[in-house]
């Protein structure tokens, strides 16, 4: 019971920490696409034309963030859903061991890392944001030192109770490193 309520607890960190990346990367000037667009590889390849002009380098540190209906266009896409282009196949049971089963749906495609996060800003609408963006374009911190996670019980109230906290905090680096992508994703809402 002690593990799972410190479980619990560092979810719930976890969440937080995504939301101040999303939050930051969500202040970005550089964007593509549009409010009723529908997603497809080409809105993709805009974002990186995009970073590439913008002398960001398309190594293995880039990741697109994006909403789950924008995963669901892609992968009707012959460029995408072709093995032979995609470096990690989620579906590829060889792929889906234990270590996989814990971690999100993710592709390698393109050289970027495309995971899809179910918070992402405008999630079910005709303005969803996804984010592409270069390692080095965000950055977030924590204290580890200053970490607290307590886990106990009290006898006279009878309650168990877990308590984390933490000071953390991100920051948007290089706004050039990061491309919000904005598109319809109504039709799956």
């Known amino acids: 019971q002690r593990s799972a309520m410190q479980m619990t607890t560092m979810a719930v960190i976890n969440r937080k920490i995504d939301d101040q990346i999303i939050t930051e990367l969500n202040a970005g000037s550089v964007t593509?696409?549009?409010t009723g667009i529908v997603p497809d590889v080409s809105l993709f390849?805009?974002?990186?034309?995009k970073i590439s002009n913008a002398s960001v380098p398309w190594d293995s540190n880039i990741t697109f963030l994006c909403q789950p209906s924008f995963i669901a266009y892609?992968?009707?896409?012959?460029?995408?859903a072709n093995a032979n282009y995609v470096d990690i196949k989620p579906y590829n049971s060889e792929e889906n061991t234990a270590s996989w089963r814990d971690r999100p749906l993710a592709y390698r495609w393109r050289n970027a890392?495309?995971?899809?996060?179910?918070?992402l800003p405008g999630k079910g609408t005709t303005a969803e944001k996804s984010f592409l963006?270069?390692?080095?374009?965000?950055?977030?911190?924590v204290e580890t030192n200053g970490m607290e996670t307590a886990v106990g019980y009290n006898s006279e109230q009878a309650?168990?109770?877990?308590r984390a906290s933490i000071m953390m905090g991100a920051k948007l680096m290089q706004s050039a490193g990061d491309v919000i992508v904005t598109s319809d994703g109504s039709a799956y809402a």
């Open 159 to 162: 309650y168990s109770y877990a």
């Open 45 to 49: 390849q805009n974002g990186r034309v």
């Open 74 to 80: 892609l992968e009707q896409a012959p460029e995408f």
């Open 133 to 141: 963006f270069h390692k080095s374009a965000i950055g977030h911190a």
């Open 113 to 119: 890392l495309i995971i899809e996060h179910p918070n």
């Open 32 to 34: 593509v696409g549009g």
